[in-house]
């Protein structure tokens, strides 16, 4: 039996975006909110696939091919805390259909091959924090990034030496409005 791993469909964060972020967080949380999600880590997950086997990830990787989805831009405009699952997230007050639209044709690929999802609905965000169980003191706004998202990505999560490394294995470009 060949070995299992775990992947994620998401959206990357542009390496600029991830520094203005963390530097944002580091002057806007106390140290003691939870534990950082690193710079590199930044992302938004659209579909979550599980610990799964070569053959379903190589047949997500043919549907994920054939999808044809839009760029969109989404801002950053909104911060929340799960105090349940202890993330502390920013995301969009408004998520744009096209990344609603991708999100959902991932998921329901998921689901047909057999990758458990979530009931609760789709929340677009980015995780800030981790462990973060005890009341956060929310900082009144973000500065408003804006997300341009031109492509997707499939992810395997990695945990080595106690850090948790996400590889892109493959990505997929979105297209104009006026190609589709
Ligand atoms: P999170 O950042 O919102 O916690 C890789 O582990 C990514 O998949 C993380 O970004 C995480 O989202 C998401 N993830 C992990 N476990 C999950 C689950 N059981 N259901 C949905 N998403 C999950």
């Not at 992810?155 to 080595?160: G, K, L």
Request: glycine residues 4%; hydrophobic residues 45%.
């Amino acid at each position: 039996m060949s070995a299992e791993r775990r992947l994620f469909f998401a959206l990357s964060l542009p390496a600029k975006l991830q520094k203005q972020v963390i530097k944002w967080r580091a002057e806007c949380f106390p140290q003691d909110t939870g534990r950082p999600v690193a710079a590199a880590n930044l992302h938004i997950t659209l579909a979550f696939l599980g610990e799964i086997s070569e053959l379903k990830a190589e047949a997500l990787i043919r549907v994920a091919g054939r999808i044809q989805a839009q760029k969109f831009s989404m801002h950053l405009d909104d911060i929340g805390h799960w105090p349940g699952s202890g993330v502390v997230w920013i995301g969009a007050k408004r998520a744009p259909n096209a990344l609603l639209q991708l999100a959902s044709v991932l998921r329901s690929h998921a689901a047909r091959n057999g990758c458990h999802q979530s009931a609760l609905p789709f929340h677009p965000h980015v995780s800030l924090y981790r462990n973060a169980t005890r009341p956060v003191a929310i900082p009144p706004a973000t500065p408003q990034w804006l997300l341009e998202a031109d492509a997707f990505s499939l992810y395997e999560s990695t945990y080595e030496r106690g850090r948790t490394r996400y590889r892109c294995l493959r990505t997929w470009p979105l297209a104009d409005a006026s190609a589709l």
